[in-house]
Structures are given as structure tokens and as C-alpha cells.
């Protein structure tokens, strides 16, 4: 079954301690990307990937690290989390042009 | 830059009335235009998409979105709403070229359908 992977779904930490959401897609796509989302703001991009090595900041990329080891793989690091970023994470993949991008059912990020 | 402008943060229709979901996108070329559904508490779901083939194009539930460059605009509609349809709709952009991968929203419209 073509599917994204997100993990974990539901995480709760404390200001500065480091943590890491994964993303992993069957699919070999060659582009993902991060998302969060916050009420009235939609769907805003962290960082994108267009394959293996290659990443690209988005519109809100201050506090996050993303990294592209593997093309199925697509972590999102966050060094020193903060309260601003709690959030809804939605990580997706997609080929490239017109296809649909697929998502994960996301990670609800509280920072205390 | 591509972006995308989503009128109407909510929008509140009766049961059986028409639905229209409106979204305009800012783009050098023509792009790929795509609607998202959220329903609460879970993730995205594609209901439909425009690839510069057919300007009218049909999705899923019964939706349906025109492209029409000379506004570009890329409004979804539905006929008759069912109280089903109460969810978050998303309209996203990407372009040909090198940013062909790169999915920008506008910020979402919620869907109510009284009954």
C-alpha cells in the first residue's frame, strides 16, 4: 500500500530538548517536504526536498533542520525546540509535475 | 513566487445548497492547481487536480473546479451540499519546471453545512 509514514503522532517535550519527527515514503518519490499547520494560517512549508542531498528552505524554516540521506527518508530535527512551535506536522512526498502529493497523518507537537 | 489566495476563511451553507470555494493562485506560467479536503482530526485527502488538460475537471464527492486563466482563478463548486461535506479545503499550487515538486497552499477555507 502506497503510504507516508510519520512518527510519532503525538508528542509532548519540554523548551531546548532536542527531537527528531520521522517521514518515511514507499512510493520512491523524488520530492518531499514538511509542513505545519496552525489555525488561520493553513499549510505552511518548512523545508522541501527535490531528491537525495538535495533540500530547500520554505516559508518558515527558522528552528528546523531537515536532512536527505535516503530518498525514502526525510526527518525533521528540531535542535532546541519552543513554544511557537507547537503545532500540527504533516510531512508529504509527490513526483514531480502534476501528481498528487501524498501525506502523513501527521504529528501534533506540543512545546512546554 | 507562486501563491495561492483562498477567499473566505469559512463558509456556511445550507444542506443541498451550492457550494463554492473560492481560490485564486499568482504564477508566472500556468501552473498545477490541486483541492484538498481535511475532514477533523485527520490528514489530507486529494478531491481533485488541473494538469492543463481539460479546463472543467471533476473529483471526487460530486466536486467540481473550472480553471480560468483570464482570472486565474480555480474556484471548487458542488451543486448540493451534504452535511458529509463539512471539512477544511485547501488549494495548493505547483508549477512545471524546476519547482514542479514544490505544493504551496492558501490558508484554507472551513466548510459548515446546516441542516
Known amino acids: 500500500e502506497a503510504q507516508v509514514t510519520q512518527n510519532p503522532r503525538y508528542l509532548i517535550t519540554v523548551t531546548g530538548k532536542k527531537l527528531t519527527v520521522t517521514c518515511s515514503q514507499n512510493?520512491?518519490?523524488?520530492?518531499m517536504s514538511w509542513y505545519r499547520q496552525d489555525p488561520g494560517l493553513g499549510l505552511r512549508q518548512i523545508y522541501y526536498?527535490?531528491?537525495?542531498?538535495?533540500?530547500d528552505k520554505g516559508d518558515v524554516p527558522e528552528g528546523y533542520k531537515v536532512s536527505r540521506k535516503e530518498k525514502r527518508n526525510f526527518p525533521l530535527i528540531l535542535e532546541s525546540p519552543s513554544p511557537n512551535q507547537t503545532s500540527l506536522y504533516f510531512c508529504a512526498s509527490k513526483q514531480g509535475g502534476g501528481t498528487e502529493a501524498f501525506f502523513g497523518q501527521g504529528t501534533r507537537l506540543t512545546v512546554v | 513566487a507562486q501563491s495561492v489566495t483562498q477567499l473566505g476563511s469559512h463558509v456556511s451553507v445550507s444542506e443541498g445548497a451550492l457550494v463554492l470555494l473560492r481560490c485564486n493562485y499568482s504564477?508566472?506560467?500556468?501552473?498545477?492547481l490541486f483541492w484538498y479536503v481535511q475532514y477533523p482530526n485527520q490528514g489530507l485527502q486529494l478531491l481533485l487536480k488541473?494538469?492543463?488538460?481539460?479546463?472543467l475537471v471533476k473529483g471526487i464527492n460530486g466536486f467540481e473546479a473550472e480553471f480560468k486563466k483570464s482570472e486565474t482563478s480555480f474556484h471548487l463548486t458542488k451543486p448540493s451540499a451534504h452535511m458529509s461535506d463539512a471539512a477544511e479545503y485547501f488549494c495548493?499550487?505547483?508549477?512545471?519546471?524546476?519547482?514542479?515538486?514544490?505544493?504551496?497552499f492558501g490558508k484554507g477555507t472551513k466548510l459548515s453545512v446546516k441542516p
Open positions: 504564477s508566472s506560467v500556468p501552473p498545477y
Open positions: 526536498s527535490m531528491n537525495v542531498e538535495v533540500t
Open positions: 488541473y494538469t492543463s488538460a481539460a479546463t
Open positions: 495548493a499550487v505547483s508549477g512545471p519546471g524546476g519547482s514542479q515538486g514544490n505544493l504551496i
Open positions: 512510493m520512491n518519490h523524488e520530492y
